[in-house]
């Protein structure tokens, strides 16, 4: 009677363990790398390296197909946007590319992937499969753009649409010498008019300028990282603080008060919003908003102006180069509609520690931050002793969620693309 049993119950059992195996295949689609890629994860992730490009990935968009769209910043074979194909394992080969430009934004919305240089931004029809019908023939729907020392027009689009450019400031803090020592700040700062800001323009428009734009919001010094919050349909940045306050008003600040301050802040942000830049910094230890030396600030008093509130803000100098918000289902609850940001990494802490290198989340509830943030993925410098001297193996710069919820990060060192996935 028992050896009956056994013949039943030893078959279903092994059913029962192939069916478990089969839905954490189906759950994740892929297997993590033996050593995650080499990150560190919380308990339950998994990572795998997508592939490997050779360097300066910036931001990144992946397909329901498959298809990896991958922004670079220094062409490659000519292009300055590579597609990647995955395979069942998830790892990607290079399959195409096209752009003879160098940049950072990319995005697709609508049946057209858009796509930014330093000066322009060109969008590209898709087919039903999402791959580009014309590579060769983009239409150009924004032209002669600012750039200088912060160059690069990260992109996002809304569901009306519009779609939004940061135009980062030719300057540290609108001074008359720029970072030089005891240098006061220019009267009225005229770089707002064109730059350090938001532009909105029309997503479906060719050729629009400057003057077919709106300044959507002002006062921000250069954001490399946005997003449109769908949960309060609002659109959010993180700016990337000034630098050198110690060595340009060394009797107001210590080496490491400059190491800390200012904030990175993440603005939610409304026409007309002024974020303060170059007349006010934010003090995320004090959460006060701080009158710029140049602007006749001493470090303590606190700015007089019409200047919003960070949503949150973050240790310094750490270059918040991609914000996400996570829509997904493949992660645990905790991390639906929270925000993902890439941390690229500082180099002006010095003698303190550099600081950064990894993907935080930023919990969020009804549309708003809500709680501490904490460190996501960690480990792309490969030590905290390279951390420290800001000799990184990897630096995140861009994130994108795939369709079954997993998070790409690209890499613009060495040009690696990772991509998380849930376990358990």
Known sequence: M??????????????????????LKADTGVAPDADNAGLKLPEGFGALKVADLGGQARHLVVTPEGLIYVKLNRLKDGKGVLILKENATGKADVVGGFGNYIGTGICIKDGYLYSSSNYDVFRYKLNAKNEIIDPNSPEKIITGLKAGEHPTKSIVLDNLGNIYVNIGANSNSCQEKDRQQGSMGIKGCPILDSAAGIWQFKANKLNQTYK????????????????WNQQDNQLFVMQHGRDQLHSIFPTMFTDKESALLPAECLYALKKGDNAGWPYMYYNQMEHKKIMAP????????????????????????????????????????KYKNGAFIAFHGSWNRAPEPQAGYFVVFQPFKNGKPFGDWEVFADNFSGSVAKTAAGRADHRPCGLAQGSDGSLYVSDDSKGSIYRIVYKK
């Open 2 to 23: 028992k050896r009956n049993i056994l013949k039943y119950v030893l078959p279903a059992a092994l059913l029962a363990v192939s069916i478990s195996l089969y839905a």
């Open 294 to 333: 140049e602007y006749g600030g001493d470090g303590k008093k606190e700015a007089i102006g019409n200047f919003i509130d960070p949503a949150a803000a973050y240790p310094g100098h750490m270059a918040p180069n991609a914000l996400l918000f996570y829509t997904g289902n493949m992660f645990p609850e």
């Open 212 to 227: 077919d734009g709106i300044r959507y919001a002002t006062g921000l010094r250069n954001v490399v990282g946005l997003d």
